[in-house]
């Protein structure tokens, strides 16, 4: 046997005794994709070593491989609404609420009311923003971005054209790869669009040298009106003072105190026993999935699966005709992923 015949062999013998892979283990594959097979590591090496692309080092064998992969647990099917709220508060990047405009707090007085509300189907689009960016490593900040845009409405459309969630007009939706044709809006899309903002608003954080407030300036009103205004009055985005940049239009710079006054809120209602006790409850987890192999579209997605297929419309309008194109995400509660045909889930 030659030492080539010989290495083969005893990486077939190590893939054997690994086991199969676990569905949940952490993995740079996407979901839906299949891992590449790869050479096992020797113990107390990562699989990432030979990722500079240089030739594998060569392992000496262990005493004896695992008998089988170590199982991880799958993905929560819900979570709870003071989880969200305690991720949505541990994100914030300007806690503090000494500065917050009483014009605004009071604009958004009916906010924290709206998530604890027994109904309430903000709550788990709101814990899936924060997620995206918490993933993101982003401000929390921007999850109340919805809320000044929207109202956290997937389907709300500006008469002056912006439509979604993010209330994106059509150029920046296509600009962000948000795609819109007959028959489709990806701005309805909560999926498509939130993709597109969290994309956008990493851009703008690295942008303005992590400043949350000057991020928010340029989402509303475009970066290099920002970084005008920032030349103009002689400013750098690492020290700016954003309300001193008086060449921008009035409603930009008020869009920073809109999130402030929205943030103070939220961190207040937090001290309301009262409010906690209603936010702790059950909530749905929302995760993406593909319609690609669903024919029946949205509507007989949740027919197979047993959900509120008016509740699914509302949380996904790109598909509010019941069975719009196939291979687009939707939003779905996560308990439905693993259920099978037919089963009721509570949704």
Same mark, same amino acid.
């Given at each position: 046997?030659?030492?080539?015949?010989?290495?083969?062999?005893?990486?077939?013998?190590?893939?054997?005794?690994?086991?199969?892979?676990?569905?949940?283990?952490?993995?740079?594959?996407?979901?839906?994709?299949?891992?590449?097979?790869?050479?096992?590591?020797?113990?107390?090496?990562?699989?990432?070593?030979? =990722? /500079?692309?240089?030739?594998?080092?060569? =392992?000496?064998?262990?005493?004896?491989?695992?008998?089988?992969?170590?199982?991880?647990?799958?993905?929560?099917?819900?979570?709870?609404?003071?989880?969200?709220?305690?991720?949505?508060?541990?994100?914030?990047?300007?806690?503090?609420?000494?500065?917050?405009?009483?014009?605004?707090?009071?604009?958004?007085?009916?906010?924290?009311?709206?998530?604890?509300?027994?109904?309430?189907?903000?709550?788990?689009?709101?814990?899936?923003?924060?997620?995206?960016?918490?993933?993101?490593?982003?401000?929390? @900040?921007?999850?109340?971005?919805?809320?000044? @845009?929207?109202?956290?409405?997937?389907?709300?459309?500006?008469?002056?054209?912006?439509?979604?969630?993010?209330?994106?007009? =059509?150029?920046?939706?296509?600009?962000?790869?948000?795609?819109?044709?007959?028959?489709?809006?990806?701005?309805?899309?909560?999926?498509?669009?939130?993709?597109?903002?969290?994309?956008?608003?990493?851009?703008?954080?690295?942008?303005?040298?992590?400043?949350?407030?000057?991020?928010?300036?340029?989402?509303?009103?475009?970066?290099?009106?920002?970084?005008?205004?920032?030349?103009?009055?002689?400013?750098?985005?690492?020290?700016?003072?954003?309300?001193?940049?008086?060449?921008?239009?009035?409603?930009?710079?008020?869009?920073?105190?809109?999130?402030?006054?929205?943030?103070?809120?939220?961190?207040?209602?937090?001290?309301?026993?009262?409010?906690?006790?209603?936010?702790?409850?059950?909530?749905?987890?929302?995760?993406?999935?593909?319609?690609?192999?669903?024919?029946?579209?949205?509507?007989?997605?949740?027919?197979?699966?047993?959900?509120?297929?008016?509740?699914?419309?509302?949380?996904?309008? =790109?598909?509010?005709?019941?069975?719009?194109? /196939?291979?687009?995400?939707?939003?779905?509660?996560?308990?439905?992923?693993?259920?099978?045909?037919?089963?009721?889930?509570?949704?």
């Amino acid at each position: 046997m030659t030492a080539r015949t010989g290495a083969a062999t005893l990486a077939l013998l190590w893939a054997i005794a690994a086991g199969p892979i676990v569905a949940g283990e952490a993995s740079d594959t996407p979901a839906g994709e299949v891992a590449p097979l790869a050479a096992p590591a020797a113990p107390d090496e990562p699989l990432a070593a030979d =990722a /500079a692309g240089g030739p594998p080092a060569q =392992a000496a064998p262990a005493a004896a491989p695992a008998l089988a992969a170590a199982v991880v647990p799958a993905p929560a099917r819900a979570t709870n609404g003071v989880t969200i709220y305690e991720r949505f508060v541990d994100g914030l990047a300007q806690p503090g609420c000494t500065d917050a405009s009483p014009r605004w707090r009071s604009h958004f007085a009916h906010v924290p009311d709206q998530l604890a509300a027994g109904d309430s189907e903000v709550l788990p689009l709101f814990g899936y923003v924060v997620e995206a960016l918490r993933s993101a490593h982003l401000p929390t @900040e921007y999850a109340l971005i919805p809320f000044v @845009e929207s109202g956290y409405r997937p389907g709300a459309r500006s008469s002056s054209g912006p439509a979604g969630l993010w209330q994106f007009i =059509a150029v920046t939706a296509r600009n962000h790869k948000i795609p819109i044709r007959g028959g489709y809006d990806g701005r309805l899309s909560p999926v498509d669009a939130t993709q597109a903002a969290v994309r956008y608003l990493k851009t703008l954080h690295g942008m303005f040298a992590g400043d949350w407030r000057l991020a928010v300036m340029a989402f509303n009103a475009g970066e290099y009106r920002v970084l005008g205004a920032l030349r103009r009055h002689g400013q750098r985005p690492a020290d700016a003072e954003p309300e001193a940049l008086e060449s921008l239009a009035g409603i930009t710079r008020a869009y920073v105190r809109k999130l402030h006054a929205l943030s103070c809120l939220m961190v207040e209602a937090g001290d309301d026993e009262e409010w906690r006790q209603a936010l702790d409850r059950p909530v749905a987890r929302l995760v993406a999935v593909d319609l690609a192999d669903e024919p029946a579209g949205l509507d007989g997605y949740a027919r197979r699966k047993g959900l509120d297929a008016a509740r699914l419309r509302r949380l996904n309008p =790109a598909h509010a005709i019941g069975s719009g194109p /196939a291979g687009r995400q939707v939003l779905v509660p996560a308990a439905a992923v693993a259920t099978p045909p037919a089963a009721a889930v509570a949704n």
